[in-house]
């Protein structure tokens, strides 16, 4: 359970004592150029650390251990906001030798806001409403601008930002296109009658879709699912070849990467002519474009943000989808990706199509809303440093929902839930596989 991060000192050198002070100028710039100040001097107005988050965070469920309470987690920040950026802390540090911010707290800070999947289901059972987990990313991005970032999120947005494939799995844009052309030749296959293409881009096309880049790795029967029903569909969309990632990290670390990514993106769909932003089966990239969206690009620019689940289902209930009934056999399970559940945007949408295509579709305990974090969430699945942590922990409370379900097919609809879904099961021993919705709609669509 001692496992840490591994953190990348990224930022130009400097001796560990000017870290209090350079912390502080960050969080001060920030507070300068952004909404947080007026959040945080209502929070710790509201802050009781009453605890009744306990009730709700999957990683104190499993650990028990005061270090992983939502609130106390949140108030390693709420204190240092307290004592330097409000006129009574200040005072009261002047007359009473109060907190000090030192290199030791830092570090401690560091460790602390990394043991949080910032899955905000804490934020529903606070009688306050307080978000720790937006906290959470406020600390982190404070953190990265004085160079205390996890190396894996420190190199995969570097990538994306300034390497030469501009994408968090650095997949050169060749090695793209011939994993699609392999895919169309396994479609061709399956479907003989039909010419399913990954186009790509196709200028003035409607969608602009943006899978998360690990898809072309990973995820062969995901992406063909997707090209599978956007061809039965008649759907107009395109891949862009200069930026074909949907994945953003600064929604875990930076909101100062997370402008920088989006905007990148909008420049891809500007530069196709597109419509529309269409992401693939992905969590955290569906999240971090419509808020990114509303956050970061002007409104002459912004375009609108669907999920490639909700085309779905909008085609399925319009009956341009044509499914088999019934026709996955196996007991199915559906996981709710954090990122697009808890706010309530995509929960049902989901399980109307499995429930048709599945003769035997259960539901976990608790569902949509309320249901748990798969423990890799808010960037901590790419940090293997964390893996024993993440399965032990992160991921125990969701491994034993997954088990009470006795469902075979867990669809779980996000890269960073499969990714832990996947390495959950092997680790609890679970009978039991992860796919994607249309890895299933593969099986069942009617051309």
Not at 132 to 149: A, P
Request: charged share 30%; glycine share 6%; with cysteine.
């Amino acid at each position: 359970m001692e496992s840490k991060p591994s953190y990348s000192y990224h930022a130009e050198p400097f001796e560990l004592a000017e870290r209090p002070r350079r912390f502080l100028e960050a969080f001060s710039a920030i507070l300068k150029h952004s909404n947080y100040g007026p959040v945080l001097d209502s929070y710790i107005r509201l802050s009781t650390k009453c605890a009744r988050c306990t009730a709700s965070c999957p990683v104190y469920e499993a650990s028990s251990d005061p270090r992983d309470v939502p609130c106390m987690r949140s108030e390693l920040l709420f204190r240092v906001y307290r004592r330097y950026f409000t006129i009574a802390g200040q005072l009261r540090a002047r007359l009473f030798d109060d907190f000090t911010l030192t290199d030791e707290y830092i570090d401690h800070m560091a460790e602390e806001m990394w043991r949080c999947t910032a899955c905000k289901r804490c934020k529903s059972f606070c009688p306050m409403g307080i978000d720790h987990g937006m906290i959470t990313h406020l600390s982190r991005w404070i953190l990265s601008e004085i160079g205390i970032t996890p190396k894996a999120m420190v190199v995969s947005v570097r990538e994306q930002l300034e390497g030469k494939t501009k994408n968090t799995s650095a997949i050169p844009m060749v090695a793209m296109k011939d994993s699609c052309e392999f895919l169309e030749e396994e479609l061709e296959e399956m479907f003989p009658d039909q010419k399913i293409k990954f186009p790509m881009d196709v200028e003035g096309a409607e969608y602009v879709f943006f899978p998360a880049v690990s898809d072309y790795l990973m995820e062969a029967d995901t992406l063909m699912g997707n090209a599978a029903m956007l061809h039965a569909t008649g759907t107009s969309w395109t891949i862009g070849t200069q930026n074909f990632d949907g994945i953003d990290y600064g929604l875990f670390c930076s909101d100062r990467m997370w402008d920088r990514i989006i905007k990148a993106q909008v420049e891809e769909i500007k530069r196709l002519k597109g419509k529309v932003m269409l992401i693939g089966e992905c969590g955290h990239a569906s999240r971090s474009a419509k808020e990114g969206m509303q956050n970061f690009i002007p409104p002459e620019d912004r375009v609108p943000v669907v999920n490639i689940m909700e085309l779905a289902y909008e085609h399925f209930k319009s009956g341009r989808l044509k499914l088999k009934k019934g026709v996955i056999k196996k007991k199915t399970t559906y996981h709710d990706p954090c990122n697009i559940a808890r706010k309530g945007w995509i929960i049902e949408q989901p399980r109307e199509i499995l429930r048709h295509i599945c003769e035997d579709f259960v539901e976990m305990t608790p569902r949509g809303k309320d249901n748990y974090c798969c423990g890799g969430g808010g960037g901590t699945v790419s940090i293997d440093e964390i893996h024993e942590f993440r399965m032990l922990i992160g991921g125990k409370t969701k491994a034993e929902q997954i088990k009470r379900t006795g469902a075979y097919y867990i669809v779980a609809p996000c890269a960073n839930c499969k990714k832990q879904t996947e390495e959950i099961i092997k680790a609890h021993k679970i009978d039991a596989q992860k796919v994607g919705l249309h890895d299933l709609l593969l099986k069942a669509i009617e051309f």
